[in-house]
Nanobody
Framework: QVQLVESGGGLVQAGGSLRLSCAAS????????MGWYRQAPGKQRELVAT?????????NYADSVKGRFTISRDNARNMVSLQMNSLQPDDTAVYYC????????????WGQGTQVTVSS
């Protein structure tokens, strides 16, 4: 059974920082691309950041978080993290961990989400 469990969300003031973590089990973690997505109330889920499989030498960020957020992975611990700095109220959302792999078909899994609230 595949599980992605997020942690690290919470309430922070504008300008503050949070670090989200996602622990994966039930998959061969290193061969999956990993990502963080977020969904604010009344809005569609959107991509925040992704990191490629294996060495994770390629990352991708939404324009709105470039220079503030950093995604990283630890294949030895089956974890992916999102360091969020200079948080703003617009960053308030539920943040979801995603695992993705495309071979002959798509394998994709989601965590249950963790709430991040940034107060002004």
């Amino acid at each position: 059974q595949v599980q992605l469990v997020e942690s690290g969300g919470g309430l922070v003031q504008a300008g503050g920082s949070l670090r989200l973590s996602c622990a994966a089990s039930g998959i061969i973690f290193s061969i999956y691309g990993m990502g963080w997505y977020r969904q604010a109330p009344g809005k569609q889920r959107e991509l925040v950041a992704t990191i490629t499989s294996d060495s994770g030498d390629t990352t991708n960020y939404a324009d709105s978080v470039k220079g503030r957020f950093t995604i990283s992975r630890d294949n030895a611990r089956n974890m992916v993290s999102l360091q969020m700095n200079s948080l703003q109220p617009d960053d308030t959302a539920v943040y979801y961990c995603n695992a993705y792999r495309r071979t002959f078909r798509v394998f994709e899994y989601w965590g249950q989400g963790t709430q991040v609230t940034v107060s002004s």
